[in-house]
Structure formats: C-alpha cells, structure tokens
C-alpha cells in the first residue's frame, strides 16, 4: 500500500506485520532475546527461541552443572592426505560404523567445556557466547581455531551455521571458512546429533552422527 502524499513524521510508519508477506518467501527467523543473569549457554544466546527447541535439546542444553552423556556414532573421515593432518591435529576419531561416546559437559567461567570420547579417542572444545561483532552467536574454540555459529531453530532441527573463523584471535578469509551441515535434533525420545565438517580445496575433514543420552 503506497503511503500518503506530504511530509510528517515517520514514526510507527510502518510495523512488523507490513514485512510479513516479503518474510514468508524467504528463511528469515524473527524473535526476541531475553538477559539473564545467570543462564546457560545455548539458553542466553537463543532467547525465547530455547523454549520451542525439542524437549531432549532442552534437557542437553538447559542446564548449568556438569553433565554427563552416553550414545553411539558413525564416523566419516575425509580421504585427501591433507583431510587426515587437520583430523589428526584437532584428535578427530576415525572412520568406524559404530562406536560408543561419552561427551562430558563442563561450565568453566560463563563457558562451557565440551568432552568428546569416541571409544577412547578424545577431543575437545570450549564454547561460549560471541561478544562484538559475533553478539547473538555461538563461538567454539578448537585449541588456536575459534568458529562463530549461528544457532538457528529450523522446525524439529537446531542448525549451527558458520558465520566467520579466526586463528589465534586473528580474522580468517571467509572464503577459507569451514563449512558443512550441522544440526541436532530428537528422534524417539533421544537426543541425535549429525556433524560435517569440510574445508575450501580439502573438502571432507570428518563427520559424525548418532544419538546421545544423559548418564
């Protein structure tokens, strides 16, 4: 609807509610964040979004203690000799059908400390809520590699998205940026997760997928 004709004041000109029909023909995701206190991790940096993720998303993410929880995987590893180096650099398991895990959560300073143990191959990262440039993100620290993600509830899904990279606090080329699909989700009561991870000229490093359940 074109507006009136003469010059007046702008304000409330227009609303949400105008932007709707442009919003329904592309993946924009609108909501508002609340700040607490003290709230965990995934819960402060999704808002009012963390109450619509899946109830085993919820129950993994929802909590300020140590936690502890058991599953199953499939793991892929990348073939190109310079997909094995990264691999073995961050301690990725290698490529089997089915072997158990253990993923241990810690709280450590407003953080969270991640424990991965795939049938006694270990890795680990810190992750913890962006500030400046990456507010509203996840940010997840691989030894001298730090990753922001954008935490995205799509449906059933909560998608981690790559936004931008740094190594040792130095800005990384965006074309250089890791990607892969990344999401967690519930199947039949159990928590399930599905991680790629590929790079630019390497393609796929390693992934992962399975279920997962609190000890």
């Known amino acids: 609807m074109r507006p009136e004709a003469g010059a007046r004041s702008g304000v409330r000109a227009l609303e949400l509610a105008d932007y709707e029909a442009l919003f329904q023909s592309r993946k924009i995701f609108t909501g508002f964040r609340g700040h607490e206190i003290v709230a965990p991790l995934y819960c402060g940096i999704l808002g009012s979004a963390f109450s619509s993720l899946a109830p ?5 993410h929802g909590s300020t203690a140590t936690r502890q929880w058991t599953g199953f995987a499939e793991v892929r590893r990348g073939r190109r000799p310079a997909a094995a180096f990264v691999a073995a650099l961050v301690g990725f398991p290698k490529a089997a059908p089915r072997v158990p895990v253990t993923v241990t959560f810690s ?8 424990i991965r143990n795939f049938d006694g191959k270990w890795f680990s990262s810190i992750q913890s809520a962006g500030t400046g440039r990456d507010q509203h993100l996840l940010v997840e620290r691989f030894g001298i ?9 799509d449906g059933d899904r909560l998608t981690l998205v790559p936004r931008r990279w740094s190594l040792l606090g130095i800005p990384m080329p965006g074309f250089l940026l890791p990607k892969g699909s990344s999401f967690e989700t519930e199947r039949d009561g159990q928590f399930c997760f599905d991680v790629e991870i590929s790079m630019p000229l390497i393609g796929l490093i ?10």
């Open 56 to 60: 085993r998303l919820q129950d993994l």
């Open 107 to 114: 709280p450590e300073n407003r953080s969270e400390h991640w």
């Open 145 to 153: 590699a730090s990753f922001a993600l954008a935490l995205v509830v």
């Open 206 to 215: 390693v992934a992962y997928r399975g279920t997962l359940s609190p000890t």
